[in-house]
């Protein structure tokens, strides 16, 4: 797709920024992975580097915010690839709040540390981490391939990472009512959980973002929206 | 400032955009407000208004966004004229944030009037929830007449949400321990003081917009960043 007018200067600095994109985006999927990872292994100096890493990524964005700029200041492009610039520049705030919520989970694990651990729920943080990290390699590659239908799937699996949460938000509420001594570490650990649901929907916003790039389409609201639980008599949208 | 240079084309199509903005401001304060209200007045209408209304903010948002793209690709601004226009969708995907924000507290309404008040938090919320829609109006003049110093205080002021939002969570965390029928409550109303310090999050954000509209600077991370639950044994940032 983009070797098919590589002659155009506007598709050699888009390969420039799209390349910037790709760095982000194994930032942040680094930083996803191995703040589950600090967390279920009680990590601190791994933890302590998602944190470091964090500025990384902000940097990432600010420099792809530029060269967007220049580049619409330049090349003045119109129809198509203007649209595809506004998408970068949109892909790289969501990847940049994606690598805020590692920060956050890297955060709470200095706190983590220091209280009792919640049977059995570390190791499921890490799994809806695993998958929020798929689906991110997932819509960088359909972003890169122009794949609509790969970026409709990775939509359509954010719905697993509800679920996750929504089981995981039943069980800290459960352990809380069991004993109040518990209230801290659920606390901290629903919010990461809440943080790990919420960095699958900025991967949606991307997903959403490709399929506007491809089709011209915004897709409707019409994706199955599985984290239920704010229309409960708990947990939260 | 707009007054001065009426006469180019770009200043009235943008002129037409940020009143947009300004719409779309106005309903986002007028969603917090209410969502806030309904809350302490436990009006499920009011709270259903403010959801059905978020689809008018989030419309709003689509078509800046549209206007901006069409005045990018016909009038190809460079210099200042393009760092506006990069500025207004930001500000406009920050306000519909802000409006996710008051719609999920409207959410939460209609299961809080299921259970069981807890004593004053609804008005601290209320207040919370007040502080935010006067940086949000504040945010807006300073945009509209280009005004650092006014972006300068309203980017201060967030530090005085987080401290209501710090002093809410303790008092919830109390509640919980004190009595584990009121983590329920508790729970719902602890997600909506979150989400109120995050809406004056996305306020600052703006008022960082503002800044570097006016400054060509962006104003560095010293703001002094009082949510420090996360780093406590309690809470979150």
Redesign the interface.
């Known amino acids: 797709m983009i070797k098919e007018h590589i002659v155009k200067s506007f598709d050699r600095d888009l390969e420039s920024i799209q390349a910037k994109i790709l760095k982000m985006g194994g930032l942040v999927e680094a930083a996803i992975a191995n703040a589950a990872k600090a967390l279920e292994t009680r990590d601190l100096e791994l933890a302590e580097e998602v944190r470091r890493n964090d500025k990384l990524i902000d940097a990432l964005e ?1 420099e792809i ?1 530029e060269d967007c ?1 220049t580049l ?2 330049l090349r ?1 492009p ?2 198509g690839d ?2 595809t610039i ?1 998408s970068v ?1 949109k892909i790289a ?1 969501n990847l940049e709040r994606v690598g805020d919520y590692a920060k ?1 989970l890297a ?2 694990t ?2 983590l540390v ?2 009792t651990p919640i049977e059995g729920t570390a190791g499921a943080i890490r799994r809806m981490a695993r998958e929020v990290e798929l689906m991110l390699k997932d819509v960088l590659d359909a972003y890169i391939h122009r794949d609509a239908a790969l970026a409709q799937d990775v939509r359509n699996r954010d719905e697993d990472v509800d679920q996750m949460y929504n089981a995981l938000f039943r069980k800290f ?1 459960t352990f ?2 069991e004993d ?1 001594r518990n ?2 570490a659920c ?2 650990l629903h ?1 990461i959980a809440k943080n790990i649901e919420r960095a699958g929907d900025n991967t949606t916003s991307i997903a959403e973002q490709v399929i506007y790039l491809v089709t011209g389409e ?1 897709p409707e609201d019409s994706r199955p929206k599985a984290d239920t639980t ?8």
């Open positions: 600010d915010n700029a619409l200041a003045q119109i129809a203007l649209r506004l520049m705030g956050n955060k709470r200095s706190i220091q209280v509420l809380m009512m109040p209230i801290t606390m901290h919010f915004t704010s229309y409960e008599s708990k947990g939260e949208a």
